[in-house]
């Protein structure tokens, strides 16, 4: 069940590394899953009083319990979330252009604030005019103006307005509350821009803070007229809007008699239009053009409506336009640019302070002096001097560490230094390890720590000359002076009892009860495991690793297995007296592969057959990591803690666990996962296993798993210069104290994050420095240590800060710091916790870096324009906002994995990547561009992958070619695809290669297997599909992108009021 592994030795300084095996990822639900009938959604964070909250017959929505959850009327395969059906039509990112704006129960009404977004590039597929001069104000939607020296003219584009309203909960209810609030005469705030400038080259992060901005009607300007136009002939209320591609009809809702009452919250009134205004009714998405039918679940204007406190006046025919998302900032467009912009150029270290690329560039690192991005990313590289400043920003200090992290083929593995006998060099008082940071003084007879500023003598052997700069005329011969990331190897002191570590041994803890036989499981294990034992992890240019294995089964009691060489069969021992384990022998159970081969052959050969007639459905499940414990701790004799849970045992005893689920039903995965995130382990899990459908996905966790490169018995403890210091850590790991991060085993894929605070202020001049040191045992049992450096720049100005952050650290921590908080607090609560500090960040910045402007604007920094859209994404992740078909073992599952997640891996986990495949060249070798997450993005003539680590979909448009069709799937026409697909047929043409080749490729660039599921248009998959369109509204409640930048600018209004 422990797979540990460690990093090959390191070539000789300079020379380049071989490459690593790509890395793969699994879905965490398992099956495709069917949908559920339709239910009543609970409001934005809570249920809304007056909407139907029990579920309407035939529905059963089980609260999270621990029991499985029972089947919905529509059965979803086992293990899938099956997420929910809009009714009998489409439900997409915005209300219909024909009813009243009455929020559609899954999402809640925002507050009252108006927002016109802009983003910093000119709006996809809509009309321009010329750029405007600074001095003027172009354009008007509805009254919304946009200004700004180098941004376009962006088509209008604007909400219908209600009074403001005193500010709820930041993310309850908001009673009585118009959608977006209301201005005078129906009129939109005016968009205008801030410093930004927009449509040309992205600034460069030396620049004075940059901002996106959006204004309210207090800053004047001339208007231009609003474009107008009227239906098309023949098309009314009821008709599908042209501009919608996939429009799924729908019966119109029932209208209500004049003077009828609607149940539940009252919406805002239909929104006014002058008269001197007309203009395209609202659309879904933002476009002009026809108006789209009504839709299930919204109100529809009706004689009688409340103005809720707004002007009375004549009822108007035709609403004003909605927010385009177009114009509001887009992650496709940030990334972009950010490849564009630094995707060519090397990022080199040398100098403090460096923002790096975003982790969605691919770009090459030249070390010199300071860590890689692979290694560390901050929230800011640039901190405040004082923790009044930090107080009053509210930006997050934290650091993510990859102490492991594996680099592409083009860069070199971190060097090896062996200072023999003395060991490495350090501080004598704070106890740092020598770095490129430190000052050597008196000709170099002594240094000064970096960290504590300590003098201390340098031993006579270490003794250098300085060159007439004051540095060391060897420094760029030695890694510890001249670069930010090397290894040290470790002298017997960092041994545990002062005697070095055997090599390290796997133990393979096989479930042979009654369900893991029958389904295939067993068999499908000992046929992979005779292969894969000649791929253990092994030092650089061994012939053999040194890893040994040995091997247990169990149900309800465990079996031990002598696979010793000079044996012609197997030999079993059961213990079963589980309550007081025990290792039953000790010769010939850890054994050494490439001498037991036959033996170990012979045994992975019988074990499926003797156990073929078992009826043992019962298992166990903490002897046997109790077990695995003991047996090494008897063979490897560590010293013994005197820990009180199994969990801490292993620690103490460097025992790692990965854990290989396999659940039919509800199993507790949160119990169960708690010794794998103890031990730095993993937690797999396959839910309702068919050998058929998911060992591919299996095999490929399973050898991943077993090859992958592991430090284990592992300290980190991190070091920071006076000013600051760590206080929080996240991860998979175990403390015993408040400054030792201990991880009984470390692989490439792990994280861990850092949280510093101030105590005591910092110096502009010399910065903050970082000193994570990790010291651990190699796979062919070598003590090493691992040190990585970073230093940054503090500032005493604001602005700076908000200039050198990076929000997808920012995302990264956020979400790692909600999800350890739901064990604790309510889910309401942190959710609240999140919006208000982001609210904070960005009332911070536009109180105290933006210009002058009016208080209906809402100014982003550039750096963090995309914080509301990614915040969004974790507020309606499964964590923090299940649907009632999320089970308590998923969550769980996905809470776990988010903990120890790098920050590439959280930024396509929240917001997915979302390919189409059949508008790029086919003979294109290059991935096509990706599209914003949303389902006016999907045109049911194309076909598109979507991607987040855990799960791959291919959704297939109802329109689209045959031709695609026959080369893709091999059948002649839409409705012949085989939902819930799992495997593309394997064709001889262009368009299939292209395809499987893409999924191929997206499958390496991640840690877990992800399996294909293939998705047809309106199919009651498509349900589970949308659940990732997240810039769209969820139907768990979660809000759409364009609502959620609404509710951002009201709260932070609030604040600056």
Not at 75 to 104: E, H, I, K, L
């Amino acid at each position: 069940m422990n797979v540990n592994q460690s990093a090959p030795p390191v070539p000789p300084f300079g020379q380049p590394q071989p490459v690593y095996p790509g890395y793969h990822q699994s879905s965490y639900g398992g099956q495709p899953g069917s949908t559920a009938p339709p239910t009543s959604y609970g409001a934005y964070n809570g249920p809304v009083p007056g909407y139907q909250q029990t579920p309407p017959p035939g529905v059963s929505r089980a609260p999270p319990s621990s029991e499985a959850p029972p089947a919905s009327t529509a059965q979803a395969p086992c293990g899938q979330a099956a997420y929910g059906q809009f009714g009998q039509g489409d439900v997409q990112n915005g209300p219909s252009s024909t009813v009243q704006m009455q929020r559609f129960p899954g999402s809640q009404p925002f507050g009252s604030v108006p927002l016109a977004p802009v983003v910093s590039q000119p709006a996809v597929l809509q009309p321009f005019g010329p750029p405007p001069t600074s001095a003027q104000v172009t354009g008007q939607l509805a009254g919304m103006q946009i200004s700004g020296a180098v941004a376009p003219a962006l088509p209008p584009v604007g909400l219908g307005y209600g009074p403001p309203t005193s500010l709820a909960s930041a993310s309850g209810s908001f009673p009585n509350s118009g959608l977006y609030g209301s201005y005078p005469q129906g009129q939109a705030p005016p968009l205008s821009q801030g410093q930004g400038h927009f449509g040309a080259q992205p600034p460069q992060r030396s620049a004075p803070p940059q901002a996106s901005s959006f204004t309210s009607p207090a800053s004047g300007g001339p208007r231009m007229p609003s474009m107008t136009g009227p239906l098309l002939p023949g098309q009314g209320f009821g008709g599908p809007s042209v501009s919608q591609p996939n429009h799924v009809s729908s019966p119109p809702p029932q209208a209500l008699p004049p003077g009828s009452q609607m149940t539940g919250p009252p919406g805002p009134p239909p929104p006014m239009h002058s008269s001197q205004q007309p203009g395209y009714q609202l659309q879904q998405n933002g476009s002009f053009g026809p108006a789209r039918g009504p839709q299930p679940n919204y109100g529809s204007p009706y004689p009688g409506a409340s103005t809720f406190g707004s002007q009375p006046g004549p009822p108007q025919p035709l609403p004003p336009k909605r927010l385009d998302p177009d114009a509001i900032p887009s992650p496709i467009q940030v990334i972009e640019d950010d490849r564009n912009n630094r995707g060519s150029e090397p990022f080199v270290t040398g100098v403090r302070g460096q923002v790096p690329p975003l982790v969605t560039t691919n770009f090459l690192v030249k070390d010199q002096g300071n860590a890689s991005p692979r290694y560390i990313r901050c929230t800011s590289y640039n901190i405040p001097c004082t923790s009044d400043m930090a107080k009053q920003a509210q930006v997050p200090l934290a650091a993510v560490i990859k102490p492991l992290a594996r680099l592409p083929p083009e860069e070199a593995s971190p060097y090896v230094v062996d200072h023999g006998e003395s060991g490495p060099l350090r501080c004598n008082r704070c106890k740092a390890y020598m770095c490129p940071f430190m000052q050597f003084i008196e000709g170099g007879r002594r240094f000064q720590c970096c960290f504590c500023s300590c003098i201390n003598d340098v031993p006579p052997q270490y003794f250098q000359h300085l060159d007439h700069t004051g540095k060391r005329v060897d420094a760029y011969d030695r890694p510890e002076l001249s670069l930010g990331s090397y290894e040290f190897l470790a002298t017997v002191d960092y041994c545990k009892n002062n005697k070095f570590p055997s090599p390290p041994a796997f133990i393979f803890m096989i479930d042979v009860s009654y369900n893991a036989i029958r389904s295939g499981l067993v068999r499908l294990l000992c046929e992979e495991l005779k292969s894969l034992l000649d791929f253990l992890p092994r030092e650089g240019g061994a012939e053999e690793s040194a890893i040994r294995v040995g091997f247990v089964t169990y149900n309800k009691v465990l079996h031990f297995y002598n696979v010793k060489s000079s044996l012609a069969q197997p030999q079993m021992m059961v213990v079963s007296d589980v309550a007081d384990m025990f290792v039953p022998l000790l010769d010939g159970f850890l054994v050494n592969v490439s001498e037991s081969r036959a033996v170990i052959t012979s045994l992975l050969d019988q074990i499926p057959e003797m156990f073929a007639d078992t009826r043992e459905t019962e298992t166990v499940f903490a002897p046997v990591i109790q077990a695995g414990m003991e047996a090494l701790k008897t063979l490897f004799q560590p010293q013994t803690g005197a820990y009180q849970t199994l969990a801490k045992e292993c620690v103490a005893q460097g025992c790692c666990v990965d854990l290989f689920l396999f659940p039919n039903q509800y199993v507790d995965v949160a119990t169960l996962s708690v010794v794998p995130q103890l031990t730095g382990g993993s937690v797999y899990k396959y839910a309702c296993f068919q050998v058929e459908n998911d060992q591919e996905r299996f095999l490929s966790d399973l050898r991943r798993d077993v090859q992958k490169v592991v430090g284990f018995d592992a300290v980190m403890r991190v070091r920071t210069s006076t000013g600051i210091r760590a206080v929080d850590f996240f991860g998979a790991f175990y403390m015993s104290n408040t400054t030792d991060v201990e991880l009984a085993g470390l692989d490439g894929d792990k994280t861990v994050t850092v949280e510093f605070k101030h105590d005591d202020r910092l110096n502009e001049e010399s910065g903050a420095l970082l000193q994570c040191a990790l010291l651990y045992t190699s796979c062919a049992g070598q003590r090493r240590l691992r040190i990585h450096n970073l230093a940054l720049n503090c500032c005493t100005q604001l602005a700076d800060l908000y200039r050198n952050c990076e929000t997808d650290t920012l995302i990264n921590y956020m979400a790692k710091f909600a999800y350890r908080g739901v064990l604790n607090s309510p889910v309401k609560t942190v959710r609240d916790t999140l919006i208000t500090q982001c609210a904070q960040i960005l009332a911070c910045y536009r109180k105290n870096c933006a210009s002058p402007s009016s208080a209906g604007q809402l100014i982003l920094p550039e750096c963090m324009k995309l914080l509301p859209v990614y915040l969004n994404c974790v507020l309606k992740s499964d964590v923090l906002q299940p649907g009632a078909e999320v089970t308590t073992d998923d969550r769980a599952y996905v809470r776990q994995l988010v903990t120890s997640m790098d920050v590439a891996e959280t930024n396509v986990f929240f917001y997915p990547r979302l390919l189409p495949l059949t508008k790029s060249p086919i003979e294109s070798a290059t991935e096509p561009p990706a599209v914003r997450a949303s389902e006016e993005r999907l045109s049911n003539g194309d076909i598109y992958l979507l991607e987040n680590g855990l799960n791959l979909f291919l959704w297939v448009g109802a329109s689209v070619q045959q031709g695609v069709v026959q080369s893709l799937f091999s059948v002649s026409s839409f409705s012949q695809i085989t939902s819930g697909l799992s495997v593309l047929p394997v064709l001889d043409n262009p368009l299939s290669k292209k395809v499987r080749g893409l999924i191929d490729s997206l499958r390496a660039q991640r840690s877990r297997y992800m399996k294909l599921i293939v998705v047809k248009q309106e199919d009651k998959l498509e349900m589970l599909f949308k659940h990732f369109l997240v810039e769209d509204k969820s139907l768990s409640g979660g809000a759409s992108y364009v609502d959620f930048l609404c509710h951002m600018h009201k709260e932070i209004r609030q604040l600056l009021s």
